[in-house]
């Protein structure tokens, strides 16, 4: 089975700063999915970014990229140039290929501070 | 994009009645869908998996007869909590995959804040 670690329950960020959210997870399977959510105080999931464990290069939507080390297996997300909008619960998930569910980390809760 | 409609938003029931709660993909079809309870502070996790025209597929604790779910129609999936009691007030969500697979990723109803008093 998979699991998936959070290991920072809350983190805070000056407005404008970068931060990294550190996801790792424990699988056997060689090809796989990995996404990081936020979630903010609406509750409504959002799909932040997406990574294909085949793909080396690591994924980037605007101020949102990701760290992808397979070796390590180890997925942290950057956000650059914080946002008060940003504040949110982030959880990183994992999805076997042949699989449909969605396997989540415990999530990490971060404020953004003006 | 693809949308998941997740009504109600909030239920508020008596201890011992039932409670449906659905979920609808609104511009796409989705063969198999997901059910996450989360409690306060806490990550998702996962319920059951609702695939259209058969049963549901239910991790291991859950009830399957205290959670029915029904997935009639490739957009339409509902969770039924019955004789529902206060510990099982908590925040229901669904989600689907759209049939042309990852490129969509999953998306999330909204959710539905579940009080049993």
Same mark, same amino acid.
């Given at each position: 089975?998979?699991?998936?670690?959070?290991?920072?329950?809350?983190?805070?960020?000056?407005?404008?700063?970068?931060?990294?959210?550190?996801?790792?997870?424990?699988?056997?399977?060689?090809?796989?999915?990995?996404?990081?959510?936020?979630?903010?105080?609406?509750?409504?999931?959002?799909?932040?970014?997406?990574?294909?464990?085949?793909?080396?290069?690591?994924?980037?939507?605007?101020?949102?990229?990701?760290?992808?080390?397979k070796a390590?297996?180890?997925?942290?997300?950057?956000?650059?140039?914080?946002?008060?909008?940003?504040?949110?619960m982030y959880?990183?998930?994992?999805?076997?290929?042949?699989?449909?569910?969605?396997?989540?980390?415990?999530?990490?809760?971060?404020?953004?501070?003006? | 994009?693809?949308?998941?409609?997740?009504?109600?938003?909030?239920?508020?029931?008596?201890?011992?009645?039932?409670?449906?709660?659905?979920?609808? $993909? @609104?511009?796409?079809? /989705? %063969?198999?869908?997901?059910?996450?309870?989360?409690?306060?502070? #806490? $990550? @998702?996790?996962?319920? /059951? %998996?609702?695939?259209?025209?058969?049963?549901?597929?239910?991790? #291991?604790?859950?009830?399957?007869?205290?959670?029915?779910?029904?997935?009639?129609?490739?957009?339409?999936?509902?969770?039924?909590?019955?004789?529902?009691?206060?510990?099982?007030?908590?925040?229901?969500?669904?989600?689907?995959?759209?049939?042309?697979?990852?490129?969509?990723?999953?998306?999330?109803?909204?959710?539905?804040?579940?009080?049993?008093?």
């Amino acid at each position: 089975a998979q699991t998936v670690t959070q290991s920072q329950p809350e983190m805070s960020v000056q407005e404008a700063e970068t931060v990294t959210l550190s996801c790792t997870y424990d699988t056997s399977e060689n090809n796989y999915y990995l996404f990081w959510y936020k979630q903010p105080p609406s509750r409504q999931m959002i799909l932040v970014i997406r990574q294909e464990a085949y793909k080396q290069q690591n994924a980037t939507e605007n101020r949102f990229s990701v760290n992808f080390q397979k070796a390590a297996k180890s997925f942290s997300l950057k956000i650059s140039d914080s946002q008060l909008g940003d504040t949110a619960m982030y959880f990183c998930a994992f999805m076997k290929p042949a699989g449909n569910m969605l396997t989540f980390g415990g999530g990490t809760r971060l404020m953004v501070k003006p | 994009g693809a949308v998941v409609s997740q009504h109600p938003s909030r239920v508020i029931c008596k201890s011992g009645t039932s409670v449906k709660i659905e979920c609808r $993909s @609104l511009d796409f079809q /989705a %063969t198999t869908m997901f059910w996450y309870r989360q409690f306060p502070k #806490q $990550s @998702l996790m996962l319920m /059951a %998996t609702s695939n259209e025209g058969s049963k549901a597929t239910y991790e #291991q604790g859950v009830e399957k007869d205290k959670f029915l779910i029904n997935h009639a129609s490739l957009t339409l999936s509902t969770l039924t909590v019955t004789s529902a009691h206060p510990e099982d007030s908590s925040f229901y969500i669904c989600s689907a995959r759209a049939q042309t697979g990852f490129a969509y990723g999953y998306t999330f109803g909204s959710g539905t804040r579940l009080t049993v008093v």
